[in-house]
């Protein structure tokens, strides 16, 4: 399988991809990821961390910046890092996409270049979170469809239970709508349309409303909002876990007494952190186009591009993708 990668793309560009794709290929033998870039402007050190028989080089003299308008910048900058990168996957020349780049743009070049899936209304950019018990939450929509209407929740919520089924193995997923109440007729009309749609398919274990506050409970494994809630309750929790690890390891260091009860509870306090750390969950995929797209964090370091690199490569060979589209196509039916 080929995997291809904006290496351009993100805070930590273009190191961090880099490094995170030699991890991969030095690990996993079935994998060839393709680096997009301009090899010419990199240091020589990444040039030879990336000499290796499984990464090959693509060049784009090219970058999309964060603040660039999206669709302009795709339209514009078609030699980019970004748009290569997923004209790429077009050409079949790569079976999935990374990028931590321009949120937007990743986006607009997705629906631009690739298209929808069959039958899909609006993708979904989703995020990977943390949780209390269980394996963490898929949580969508973060960001790309601000004003959804109540079968696109639906939608989201068919794929992101496939999603979760078939990379992360989770036995009958539990999908729950995101909401100010438990009770069914809370919420705008949109939720309680969306409640109606995910409560009658039988396919779907679907266990109602779930307040913002249990988010992280592991009651649900998919979690399905609107685009503007999404984003607002994932960056509150990102921003609340490193405040808190913050002021804790202020804490711990004080003084010299804080100092030796840090020493007896570090490896209980760096296994929360790393569990609680979003480079540890890596990239997250936009689900509902027509091909295979992962955003990564805009500060995603090599470890996330590993991480995601890795869940790309489960989503190629399980063909969730696959899975995805026929579950649409028989709902069309």
Same mark, same amino acid.
């Given at each position: 399988?080929k995997?291809v990668?904006?290496?351009?793309?993100?805070?930590?560009?273009?190191?961090?991809?880099i490094?995170?794709?030699?991890?991969?290929?030095d690990?996993?033998?079935?994998?060839?990821?393709?680096?997009?870039?301009?090899?010419?402007?990199m240091?020589?050190e990444?040039v030879?961390?990336?000499?290796?028989?499984?990464?090959?080089?693509?060049e784009?003299d090219?970058?999309?910046?964060?603040?660039?308008?999206?669709?302009?910048?795709?339209?514009?900058?078609?030699?980019?890092?970004?748009? %290569?990168?997923i004209?790429?996957v077009?050409?079949?020349?790569?079976?999935a996409?990374?990028?931590?780049?321009?949120t937007g743009?990743?986006?607009?070049?997705?629906?631009?270049?690739?298209?929808?899936?069959?039958?899909?209304?609006?993708?979904?950019l989703?995020a990977?979170?943390?949780?209390?018990?269980?394996?963490?939450v898929?949580?969508?929509?973060?960001?790309?469809?601000?004003?959804p209407r109540?079968?696109q929740?639906?939608?989201?919520?068919?794929?992101?239970s496939i999603?979760?089924?078939?990379?992360?193995?989770?036995?009958?997923?539990k999908?729950a709508?995101?909401?100010?109440g438990v009770e069914?007729? %809370?919420?705008?009309?949109? +939720?309680?349309?969306?409640h109606?749609?995910l409560?009658?398919?039988p396919?779907?274990?679907f266990?109602?409303?779930?307040?913002?506050?249990?988010?992280?409970?592991?009651?649900?494994?998919?979690?399905v909002?609107?685009?503007?809630a999404g984003?607002?309750?994932?960056?509150? +929790?990102?921003?609340a876990?490193?405040? +808190?690890?913050?002021?804790?390891?202020?804490?711990?260091?004080?003084?010299? %007494?804080?100092?030796l009860?840090?020493?007896?509870?570090?490896?209980g306090f760096?296994?929360?952190?790393?569990?609680?750390?979003?480079?540890?969950?890596?990239g997250?995929p936009l689900l509902?186009l027509?091909?295979i797209?992962y %955003?990564?964090?805009?500060?995603?370091?090599?470890?996330?591009?590993?991480?995601?690199?890795m869940?790309?490569?489960?989503?190629?060979v399980?063909?969730?993708?696959?899975?995805i589209?026929e579950?649409?196509?028989?709902g069309?039916?």
């Amino acid at each position: 399988m080929k995997i291809v990668v904006d290496v351009m793309g993100g805070d930590l560009a273009p190191g961090a991809a880099i490094t995170g794709a030699r991890a991969l290929v030095d690990e996993r033998h079935d994998v060839t990821v393709l680096l997009v870039g301009d090899r010419s402007k990199m240091p020589s050190e990444l040039v030879q961390r990336s000499t290796h028989a499984q990464l090959e080089w693509i060049e784009a003299d090219e970058v999309i910046d964060t603040s660039e308008p999206p669709v302009k910048a795709v339209r514009h900058k078609t030699n980019s890092s970004l748009v %290569k990168t997923i004209r790429l996957v077009k050409q079949g020349a790569a079976d999935a996409a990374i990028s931590a780049g321009n949120t937007g743009a990743l986006m607009a070049a997705g629906l631009f270049v690739l298209g929808r899936l069959p039958g899909i209304e609006r993708p979904a950019l989703s995020a990977i979170l943390p949780s209390f018990a269980g394996w963490g939450v898929l949580l969508l929509d973060v960001g790309a469809n601000l004003e959804p209407r109540p079968v696109q929740l639906y939608q989201y919520g068919v794929m992101a239970s496939i999603y979760c089924r078939e990379v992360y193995e989770v036995d009958n997923p539990k999908v729950a709508l995101l909401n100010v109440g438990v009770e069914v007729e %809370k919420g705008p009309q949109l +939720i309680q349309e969306a409640h109606h749609l995910l409560a009658r398919d039988p396919n779907l274990n679907f266990i109602g409303n779930l307040e913002p506050r249990e988010l992280l409970q592991g009651q649900a494994d998919v979690v399905v909002t609107e685009g503007f809630a999404g984003n607002v309750a994932l960056k509150a +929790i990102e921003g609340a876990a490193r405040d +808190i690890f913050r002021e804790v390891r202020a804490a711990l260091v004080g003084s010299m %007494k804080h100092k030796l009860g840090a020493l007896l509870v570090q490896d209980g306090f760096l296994a929360l952190k790393n569990r609680w750390d979003y480079q540890e969950q890596g990239g997250a995929p936009l689900l509902g186009l027509n091909q295979i797209v992962y %955003k990564c964090h805009g500060s995603s370091d090599p470890r996330a591009f590993y991480k995601t690199l890795m869940r790309a490569s489960d989503y190629l060979v399980r063909d969730a993708h696959g899975r995805i589209r026929e579950r649409i196509q028989e709902g069309a039916q």
